[in-house]
């Protein structure tokens, strides 16, 4: 028990009796006694504001306190022996701690961060990506069949996706960077979905249509990685890079295993036009859940709270809008290049085990058309655990102290190596699960990449990595138009053993290089 002594002055809040008033001709009675009080700090942690108001509803007055005690400043904030009260609702921004958004009384989906919103959006959306990307692996089975094209052809058709995408990649960089992610990445997903939607249409039509149609549908799909890069580097900070990188980019593994399940079942059951059909009309409710709930910043988002703001804001380099591209400072810098020369070795091979798997289960492992997709299901699950996984190590290695630089080239050494090694065992396997077990292997390591090149852009150049990404895409993508269309060539004069000789080659050559001149510390 805490007690002080003070002295009380009194004023009445009414006219007393008059047998009661002192002889006094003032306005007021003022009585000044010395008295004891005694307060308890209950549990209930009973403030002294609450017991003064407890005095005045006993005695009907007002009670002013001259305690002859230390002064303190109640206006401020209570001393730490003092506990808060558990009905006190207010809480200042600034106690709140890293990631704790809202009030007690608000539903969890109110309280979700922001910023991961972001981040599923786009996971969302590379999901929609690659389903509408991959269904034309599944369906140029039977469309091969039905107009009789040759491995040439179907080299052609599969490698015209990329001719469109190869073009929107510097475009969409700079135009993610100057007028934001959020309008670029709405534009790409309802612009490659009308393509795939209209792709049986123009099959029909003739080769030339069909042709026409994927190049389009690829200019679409060219500006959603620039256009993602752009919006996480305004909206994720440093420590949590690699882990939403890596779960954006799981979903285009995802979308892989959703594609590659699903169509074989659509096209048994309603013929092939209906992949196209049913994939491609699902970018409608994308895109109206992207323009409700998404900005391109978080300067631009009125919802965002304050706490989450400052987290986000305090780890960016400069706020300032893009106006324009250094060029010059970009082009000339080592790291740049060697990214841009690793991005062409990986997706060399990336995209011909996206493209041609499932030919390649077909014709040399003799799976039937269901069998091929379903066990093309494996690799891209594996890839979508490895590359979530790849992100969480990649940010503890960060935050116990390594250097981006060296957690950058550990990560992207196992991305070449890895698939470099299971890709030369295919030609020692005579066994099919064994084969395809290796191939998941493969792709499972090359999925550590999410955490090596893919997240470099946004090490070396935070402000420009949208036009970063897109100018080290660009390079991907003609490895991805040239490979695609040469496995085609090499399948007709060689075997699949001269498609992976070839892919390990750039494996290794890209090991060596990003080993060399690679770094994860900021250059521009």
């Not at 958004?101 to 608000?106: E, N, R």
């Not at 991959?134 to 990329?162: D, H, K, R």
């Not at 895109?287 to 919802?303: F, G, M, N, R, Y």
Request: hydrophobic fraction near 45%.
């Amino acid at each position: 028990m805490n007690c002080a002594r003070g002295a009380f002055i009194v004023s009445s809040f009414h006219s007393p009796p008059h047998h009661h008033r002192p002889p006094d001709t003032r306005k007021h009675t003022y009585l000044t006694t010395t008295t004891t009080t005694c307060c308890h700090f209950y549990t209930s942690h009973i403030r002294l504001g609450d017991a003064l108001l407890l005095l005045r509803k006993r005695s009907g007055t007002k009670i002013c306190a001259d305690v002859k005690s230390e002064p303190y400043d109640i206006t401020g904030s209570p001393p730490d022996s003092i506990p808060r009260f558990k009905d006190d609702k207010k809480v200042d921004d600034d106690d709140k701690i890293e990631g704790e958004v809202g009030s007690d009384d608000a539903l969890w989906w109110e309280e979700f961060p922001k910023r991961w919103v972001i981040v599923i959006l786009c996971f969302s959306a590379f999901l929609l990506c690659n389903m509408d990307r991959v269904n034309m692996s599944i369906a140029i089975l039977p469309m091969a069949s039905e107009y009789n094209w040759n491995s040439t052809t179907v080299g052609l058709i599969q490698s015209s996706f990329f001719w469109g995408y190869l073009l929107t990649q510097i475009a969409g960089g700079i135009w993610a960077d100057t007028v934001g992610g959020k309008r670029v990445l709405a534009f790409g997903v309802v612009w490659w979905s009308i393509a795939t939607v209209l792709t049986p249409v123009a099959a029909k039509l003739g080769l030339p249509f069909l042709l026409v149609v994927r190049a389009l549908m690829g200019i679409g799909e060219g500006v959603a990685m620039p256009a993602m890069n752009n919006l996480l580097s305004k909206w994720v900070p440093v420590s949590e890079r690699s882990r939403s990188l890596a779960l954006v980019y799981s979903g285009m593994y995802l979308g892989s295993v959703t594609g590659l399940a699903f169509s074989p079942f659509l096209i048994h059951q309603y013929g092939w036009p209906s992949v196209f059909y049913s994939f491609g009309s699902l970018g409608t409710v994308w895109v109206a859940l992207w323009l409700s709930k998404a900005q391109s910043s978080p300067l631009e988002d009125p919802e965002l709270r304050p706490a989450e703001k400052r987290l986000i804001l305090s780890s960016r380099v400069c706020k300032e809008p893009v106006k324009s591209i250094p060029w010059k400072a970009i082009l000339s810098k080592g790291p740049v290049w060697a990214l841009i020369v690793c991005h062409f070795c990986h997706n060399w091979g990336t995209f011909i085990l996206l493209t041609w798997m499932p030919t390649y289960y077909n014709q040399v492992l003799k799976f039937n058309l269901t069998e091929s997709g379903l066990l093309c299901v494996l690799p891209w699950l594996t890839m979508a655990f490895s590359a979530n996984l790849g992100g969480w190590i990649a940010d503890t290695l960060v935050s116990r102290g390594f250097s981006v630089t060296s957690v950058r080239k550990i990560m992207q050494t196992i991305g070449f190596l890895g698939p470099a090694f299971f890709l030369t065992q295919l030609s020692h396997i005579n066994s099919p699960g064994m084969a395809v077990l290796c191939m998941a292997c493969s792709q499972g390591t090359d999925a550590f990449s999410q955490s090596g090149l893919y997240s470099n852009h946004q090490d070396i150049a935070p402000r420009y990595s949208g036009v970063l990404l897109g100018l080290s895409n660009t390079a991907g993508v003609l490895a991805g138009v040239l490979g695609t269309a040469a496995t085609g060539y090499i399948l007709q004069h060689g075997s699949w053993d001269d498609v992976f000789k070839v892919s390990v080659g750039l494996y290794l050559v890209g090991t060596v290089i990003w080993n060399l001149f690679s770094t994860g510390e900021e250059i521009i």
